[in-house]
T-cell receptor, first 114, second 115 residues
Framework: GAVVSQHPSRVICKSGTSVKIECRSLDFQATTMFWYRQFPKQSLMLMATSNEGSKATYEQGVEKDKFLINHASLTLSTLTVTSAHPEDSSFYIC??????????FGSGTRLTVV | QKEVEQNSGPLSVPEGAIASLNCTYSDQGSQSFFWYRQYSGKSPELIMFIYSNGDKEDGRFTAQLNKASQYVSLLIRDSQPSDSATYLCAVTVTFMNTGFQKLVFGTGTRLLVSP
């Protein structure tokens, strides 16, 4: 079946630094990539949607200059959390759609900003 | 009004019983409906999806959709302790101007199956 590889699974960074999270579709072409954030005991909140080769569409309240999304190819999308602060600590999950694969989720990245 | 609503629970059932999970959605144009299971600290995993009104069965799971009532449910028969998790309802929402779809999640229902 369709597989999305997400890395890293866990990252701890210092406040003020930037962190890049990567999602790759391994056996299909991801025409659309969705990025979600999940705080403890809450549901997945959609942050932004990106189509290959286009600028990402951000949900209301999500800072596009802070959460940089790149979807340069049909198999790779990245989310960069710039100038991370403790309140950005969360579980970040990508989901790829394409090639009849439906919505395939990555395994998630636990970000802790100290 | 939230786009997708679920009772947060916890819903507690004994082993072997039927667990019934419910979800309502606000977008009348929604076409696709998904149930995901999420264990603590893990990514959601797809249980099943449904597009048409009525029931869809897959093993111990049955999804039910009623578009007129904007209601979708998941029944888990012969519940097992390993079914204890948070169950997320997700619905596709379409942007009218572009036709683009996104997947919106409910807050999830925590299910506890006791041995």
């Amino acid at each position: 079946g369709a597989v999305v590889s997400q890395h890293p699974s866990r990252v701890i960074c210092k406040s003020g630094t930037s962190v890049k999270i990567e999602c790759r579709s391994l056996d299909f072409q991801a025409t659309t990539m969705f990025w979600y954030r999940q705080f403890p005991k809450q549901s997945l909140m959609l942050m932004a949607t990106s189509n290959e080769g286009s600028k990402a569409t951000y949900e209301q309240g999500v800072e596009k200059d802070k959460f940089l999304i790149n979807h340069a190819s049909l198999t790779l999308s990245t989310l960069t959390v710039t100038s991370a602060h403790p309140e950005d600590s969360s579980f970040y999950i990508c989901s790829a759609r394409g090639g009849g694969a439906g919505y395939t989720f990555g395994s998630g990245t636990r970000l802790t900003v100290v | 009004q939230k786009e997708v609503e679920q009772n947060s629970g916890p819903l507690s059932v004994p082993e072997g019983a039927i667990a019934s999970l419910n979800c309502t959605y606000s977008d009348q144009g929604s076409q696709s409906f998904f149930w995901y299971r999420q264990y603590s600290g893990k990514s959601p995993e797809l249980i099943m999806f449904i597009y048409s009104n009525g029931d869809k069965e897959d093993g111990r799971f049955t999804a039910q959709l009623n578009k007129a009532s904007q209601y979708v449910s998941l029944l888990i028969r012969d519940s097992q302790p390993s079914d204890s998790a948070t169950y997320l309802c997700a619905v596709t929402v379409t942007f009218m101007n572009t036709g683009f779809q996104k997947l919106v999640f409910g807050t999830g229902t925590r299910l506890l199956v006791s041995p």
